[in-house]
């Protein structure tokens, strides 16, 4: 009951004509980045967040959720459309969808879509108020060795999943957390990795990192591969679903909620696991399986519940824990550690007015959304229009201000440009970001909880292992270091093992996107 009351103050305190216009515009940036292929949620917060220091940390952050959960709205769009998914999270959209849009359905495409995120993203955080306030109750009871395994299981859980191969994850972990070790040692004083440069004395900054890998690197992989003349667009009127579009798409939509929160909820979840494995029980569900592979209306209504409801679940560890669980929430995480916050259990008793607000915003922002992808989707499909060099020149404009704006140094803006080049590398040998940019926000916060662990132990190893959590989360660990192991000695086990190990296609899910192709 206490947190309904509290979430009626939030409404109290979103309700004003300033917090509803930051999340308005939240949510129409948010829709249009999701709508042009290859930009996104991440990349858009990453260029905002130099501009909103300056603003009141509640309405940067409405600011914030409105484009993230406008980004997962918009994706659709592009995937139906053009069968361009702009995020790995839209990709199984796509399958169906574009599928749909060929045969004449894009409008009962985009509906379910657009219905079915606001229905799951509404479920979703009202789980939400139920949940986060539990959670940060169990959290606060936690020390440093808690606190340590959680992170090293993000670690794990992001550079094992994602990707296309573990060694791949596992590298691109390994560059976040030399990135995120660059400054002066808060112990020792001793300078790390600085090269001689006293610029780097105190660390790179998380905005010029997350602006120089989604910004300039995706437009130098662009400049790549470009194309001068926007792909062709399937027309689309209004979006409307008939009464048998309904009938099929209710049960998916319920069914993809259940999926997609608890996915986001937990480290390293996402929303990439949900919506493939939505699709594949929807494919299994369905009463119409003919269709499926050439437009079946299920496979556009689960993933895209999974998806949107993911979206919520991710401001679970974030506010209770302060943990990231995708890209956006990573940069959000160092926005608040920008503006003095420390997330994490205490943030909800220290900040109750900021974070109630904040869940109040996403009832709003999910009204907004609904109310402007229904009738402005063939608006938003303009958009697809736009000549990919003037799109990108605009990018690594502000993406260049941005570097500017934090320090005032042109040093910025030469570390920009070598990011940005890491990123372009990172592309193209098909490492994946999210553990990258993981490990630079948590390395430092990783290293402290080791710290105070081994302090706590006068040096013993043993102090890094605390109570039940940590030996849930090391088990967790060593189940997915040594899946491919265990895999293989499961099917040596029933007589059908090849004796062929690695990462088969039963063993992950491999994660790719076409967005800027």
């Known amino acids: 009951m206490d947190n309904l009351n509290h979430l009626i103050e939030g409404f109290g305190h979103v309700m004003t004509p300033g917090n509803l216009l930051y999340a308005f515009i939240g949510v129409v940036v948010g829709t249009a980045v999701g709508v042009l292929p290859g930009i996104g949620p991440a990349m858009t917060v990453a260029l905002l967040l130099p501009i909103t220091f300056g603003l009141d940390p509640t309405q940067a952050l409405i600011l914030f959720c409105g484009v993230f959960y406008g980004g997962m709205y918009g994706g659709s769009t592009t995937s139906i459309l053009l069968n361009t998914p702009g995020e790995s999270s839209s990709v199984v959209t796509a399958l169906e969808g574009n ?279 063939p608006a938003w499909a303009k958009l697809l229009q736009i000549p990919r060099p003037y799109l990108y020149a605009g990018i690594i404009f502000f993406a260049a201000m941005g570097a500017w704006a934090v320090n005032g140094q042109a040093f910025d803006l030469y570390l920009l440009l070598v990011i940005g080049l890491l990123g372009f590398a990172i592309r193209r040998f098909g490492l994946p970001v999210l553990p990258l940019i993981i490990g630079v926000i948590l390395a430092p916060i990783a290293e402290l909880h080791m710290r105070r662990s081994l302090q706590l132990s006068h040096g013993d190893p043993a102090g890094l292992i605390g109570g039940p959590v940590s030996w849930v989360c090391y088990v967790i660990i060593a189940i997915a270091i040594l899946w491919p192991l265990i895999a293989k000695l499961v099917r040596m086990a029933r007589g059908g093992g090849s004796g062929s190990g690695g990462d088969g296609p039963t063993d992950r899910i491999t994660i790719s996107t076409e967005a800027t192709a």
Do not use: C
Not at 130 to 152: C, E, H, K, T
Not at 223 to 242: D, E, T
Not at 271 to 287: C, D
Not at 315 to 331: F, H, K, Y
């Open 99 to 377: 599928k749909m849009a060929k045969a004449g359905r894009a409008a009962q495409a985009l509906a379910t879509a657009a219905i079915g995120s606001f229905i799951a993203g509404t479920i979703a955080t009202l789980l939400l108020v139920l949940v986060m306030p539990q959670i940060v109750d169990f959290a606060i009871d936690l020390g440093s060795p808690d606190y340590l395994a959680i992170i090293l299981l993000a670690f794990v859980g992001a550079a094992a999943v994602l990707g296309s191969s573990r060694i791949r994850g596992f590298a691109a972990l390994l560059i976040g957390l030399s990135i995120g070790t660059v400054g002066i040692d808060a112990v020792t004083g001793q300078q790390r990795l600085t090269f001689g440069l006293p610029q780097l004395a105190d660390g790179i900054d998380i905005v010029v990192v997350a602006v120089g890998l989604f910004a300039v690197g995706e437009a130098l992989w662009v400049a790549a591969h470009l194309r001068r003349k926007a792909g062709s667009v399937i027309p689309v009127g209004n979006p409307w679903m008939g009464r048998e579009d309904w009938k099929r798409s209710w049960k998916p939509w319920l069914r993809g909620t259940a999926l997609g929160f608890p996915f986001g909820a937990i480290p390293a979840g996402g929303a990439e696991v949900p919506t493939f494995l939505s699709y594949i029980t929807e494919r299994k569900l369905t009463k119409h399986p003919e269709e499926f592979g050439k437009g079946a209306i299920e496979g556009v209504a689960g993933p895209e519940a999974a998806n949107n409801a993911s979206a919520a679940g991710t401001l679970v560890p974030l506010l209770a824990i302060g943990l990231p669980t995708n890209a956006t929430a990573a940069i959000m995480l160092s926005a608040l550690r920008g503006w003095g916050f420390e997330p994490g259990p205490l943030l909800i008793e220290k900040q109750p007015v900021l974070v109630w607000t904040l869940i109040a915003s996403l009832f709003v922002g999910n009204t907004f959304l609904l109310l402007l992808n229904l009738p402005l989707a």
